[in-house]
């Protein structure tokens, strides 16, 4: 179970993290029902959420402070005993955060919460584009009995709209007639290339409109060890970032979700990268070419 559901993302003064007021909806869906090597994800959101109180919320390279924009956590998702239920379950709680105007953040869990925030982000958002950071092409059709299992949440995607995936450097044989290779930027390839020569062909393959899902296994697990299935040779802090700096430079972001954190005690670096790449990802949205508004 969610430990604390009314636990919210930061320590901010209750004008900022006002349900009706702010831009911000987090959706925590604490589940973890299909992985397959390490138990854990369940426990991500919460660990996110409370290794968020000890951020600074002052960001030195755009000069804002994003929460200023209002970030609200709503209730979890929880209690489904099955990925179908659980992606149909966030697909309407998705659904409707977009309805009502907010921005849309999936907090997972494993990578299977995505396939319902996905789906909801295609029905709201023509010319669409999934971006998907990962150490894994996730693109079998099915797994161990289900469609709706982590290892398929491109497959699902891809059936929706284009799909780019970055970071990749794992995979079954079973998957490759369902790879896209001009649309695939496989980690080995990166390495030793400039960021900004791979960055920029990634956003080119982008349209006007892109939803982001983050498995934090495509960080190296030298910086992000805590994952289900970490894979060695992963990106970087800076590249990461840069690459979701030019995509909220010259594209639409429309949402995003973070997955796979496993939190294990006495690791708590790990549970602070993933609440300071939320707390980015959302500074590089808001306020790109803002000024701080004190």
């Avoid at 604490?30 to 919320?57: M, R, V």
């Avoid at 402070?65 to 709503?74: L, N, Q, S, W, Y």
């Avoid at 995936?165 to 007639?177: A, F, H, L, N, T």
Wanted: charged share 20%; with cysteine.
């Amino acid at each position: 179970m969610f430990n604390n559901p009314l636990r919210q993302f930061g320590d901010f003064e209750s004008q900022y993290t006002d349900p009706d007021t702010a831009a911000v909806a987090i959706l925590p869906v604490p589940y973890d029902g299909t992985s397959t090597w390490i138990k854990g994800a369940d426990k991500g959101p919460q660990a996110i959420l409370d290794a968020s109180y000890n951020l600074e919320f002052y960001d030195i390279e755009t000069d804002s402070e994003v929460f200023r924009k209002g970030i609200f956590v709503e209730p979890a998702v929880e209690g489904f005993d099955s990925p179908e239920g659980m992606t149909e379950a966030v697909r309407g709680r998705v659904g409707g955060i977009l309805e009502r105007g907010k921005y849309p953040v999936v907090l997972g869990g494993e990578h299977s919460v995505s396939i319902g925030a996905i789906q909801a982000v295609a029905k709201r958002f023509d010319n669409l584009t999934v971006l998907q950071l990962d150490a894994h092409t996730d693109l079998r059709d099915s797994y161990e009995g289900s469609t709706h299992n982590h290892a398929c949440v491109m497959a699902r995607a891809k059936e929706l709209v284009p799909i780019v995936q970055v970071g990749i450097r794992s995979m079954d044989i079973g998957e490759k007639p369902n790879l896209e290779n001009e649309r695939i930027f496989f980690a080995h390839t990166l390495c030793g290339m400039k960021a900004g020569a791979w960055i920029s062909e990634v956003v080119e393959l982008l349209t006007e409109n892109v939803y982001l899902t983050i498995d934090l296994d495509v960080f190296d697990p030298s910086i992000m060890p805590v994952t289900g299935t970490p894979e060695p040779g992963g990106l970087g802090w800076y590249e990461v970032i840069a690459l979701i700096h030019a995509v909220c430079s010259r594209r639409n972001l429309v949402g995003f979700d973070l997955v796979e954190l496993c939190p294990r005690e006495h690791l708590w670096a790990s549970d602070f990268l993933a609440a300071k790449l939320l707390y980015k990802t959302l500074t590089y949205k808001f306020c790109l070419g803002a000024t701080n508004e004190h």
